[in-house]
């Protein structure tokens, strides 16, 4: 179970709390320009694909 309290769960920059996430975007938008407030977009088939790869709870880091 993943356990990052004061990192990234329910500390000062808990991104559950702030509704950041990872998701789904249609494929008639844009990609590859900021239209979020801190999501990360993917094509939806994308999104089915990781789905199917990664456990729930799975620690991810976003590095530019």
């Given at each position: 179970?993943?356990?990052?309290?004061g990192k990234n769960r329910l500390g000062d920059?808990?991104?559950?709390?702030?509704?950041?996430?990872?998701?789904?975007?249609p494929?008639?938008?844009p990609m590859g320009i900021p239209?979020?407030?801190g999501c990360i977009?993917?094509?939806?088939?994308?999104?089915v694909d990781l789905f199917s790869?990664?456990?729930?709870g799975t620690p991810v880091n976003i590095l530019e």
């Amino acid at each position: 179970m993943w356990s990052g309290t004061g990192k990234n769960r329910l500390g000062d920059v808990d991104t559950m709390q702030r509704y950041i996430y990872i998701h789904g975007t249609p494929d008639t938008e844009p990609m590859g320009i900021p239209l979020s407030h801190g999501c990360i977009r993917m094509r939806c088939a994308d999104v089915v694909d990781l789905f199917s790869k990664v456990p729930s709870g799975t620690p991810v880091n976003i590095l530019e």
